[in-house]
């Protein structure tokens, strides 16, 4: 059992550039989200989805596109990086609802 | 709007007790959370309780709630060095959300 897996680890991208977030879980949870974690700003919530097919924007969501085409998947897409978006991001999931979440060991991104 | 405050550090001795500190602002939260991060890694869920609770107790984890003042506070009995890690609490305004406050860096010192 893996868990919530994320990659990549660690990514460094130009100003204006696209790239792709991957998230996968093993655990058959419904609910999948994506936060951004940031010096003295705690976890805030990018995106969610409470099952295949149905995503929602959370707190912070420009910038991002989510999409939920399976279960197990829900990819984070960056489609031109501003160095704003520099950042820890998180993905989490649960069998449903935002409660007990389980967590990815996180994706370290650096926009120059 | 939801906000989550606590106070970003504390520094306790090692076999001290550590109180950590949240206020939050929904009052319909039915649960409320408490997540560890250790370096380098995600959030883990610590401990969490029913908003009808005052108190929950588990080994050295103490959850005491304030819905009055809204505020929740998580006491650490004797304190160890593995213990060093930030701690977020969260409230969950509706089924969907889960709301983090800023975390408080725990450093343990022998």
């Known amino acids: 059992n893996a868990g919530v897996t994320q990659t990549p680890k660690f990514q460094v991208l130009k100003t204006g550039q696209s790239m792709t977030l991957q998230c996968a879980q093993d655990m058959n949870h419904e609910y999948m989200s994506w936060y951004r974690q940031d010096p003295g700003m705690g976890l805030r919530l990018i995106h969610y989805?409470?099952?295949?097919?149905?995503?929602d924007q959370g707190e912070v969501p420009n910038g991002y596109n989510v999409s939920r085409s399976t279960t197990e998947d829900f990819p984070l897409r960056l489609l031109s990086a501003a160095p704003s978006q520099t950042s820890v991001y998180f993905c989490?999931?649960?069998?449903?609802?935002?409660?007990?979440?389980?967590f990815g060991a996180g994706s370290r991104l650096t926009v120059l | 709007g939801e906000d989550v405050e606590q106070s970003l550090f504390l520094s306790v001795r090692e076999g001290d007790s550590s109180v950590i500190n949240c206020t939050y602002t929904?009052?319909?939260?039915?649960?409320l959370y408490w997540y560890k991060q250790e370096p380098g890694a995600g959030l883990q869920l610590l401990t969490y309780i029913f908003s009808n609770m005052d108190m929950k107790q588990d080994q050295r984890l103490t959850v005491l709630l304030n819905k009055k003042d809204k505020h929740l506070s998580l006491r650490i009995a004797d304190t160890q060095t593995g213990d060093s890690a930030i701690y977020f609490c969260?409230?969950?305004?509706?089924?969907?959300?889960?709301?983090f406050g800023t975390g408080t860096r725990l450093q343990v010192f022998p």
């Open positions: 989805s409470v099952g295949a097919g149905i995503t």
């Open positions: 929904d009052s319909s939260s039915t649960y």
């Open positions: 969260a409230e969950s305004p509706d089924t969907d959300k889960l709301i």
């Open positions: 989490a999931s649960s069998p449903s609802g935002a409660n007990v979440l389980t």
